[in-house]
Nanobody, 117 residues
């Protein structure tokens, strides 16, 4: 499975960005896709993920501001980020999880999101 992320950039506080992550390869093994982020000096954390069955999980810090969605026809997952805050500044990583019986995490390249105050 290969993941290609895009859509990062610089935005002012209160603005919006949309990240995209296109999956290719053996996508039939993917159980969930989503986004993590890592700010300088901090651990990588879950932002949002969506399961093949449609269930969605968000980090508390982004609930009500971010929306994760998927387009099965394009094998792409999106992260719509609204009302961005400076604390959202981080490198965002696309992630895909292979389901049982051989769970595995795939990672795309990071895309930098910078929110200026």
């Amino acid at each position: 499975v290969q993941l290609q992320a895009s859509g990062g950039g610089l935005v002012q506080a209160g603005g919006s960005l949309r990240l995209s992550c296109a999956a290719s390869g053996s996508i039939f093994v993917i159980a969930t896709m989503g986004w993590y982020r890592q700010a300088p000096g901090k651990q990588r954390e879950l932002v949002a993920r969506i399961a093949a069955g449609g269930s969605i999980k968000y980090a508390d810090s982004v609930k009500g501001r971010f929306t994760v969605s998927g387009d099965n026809a394009k094998n792409t997952v999106y992260l719509q980020m609204n009302s961005l805050k400076p604390e959202d500044t981080a490198v965002y990583y696309c992630n895909a999880e292979r389901g049982p019986p051989s769970p595995y995490l795939y990672w795309g390249q990071g895309t930098l999101v910078t929110v200026s105050s």
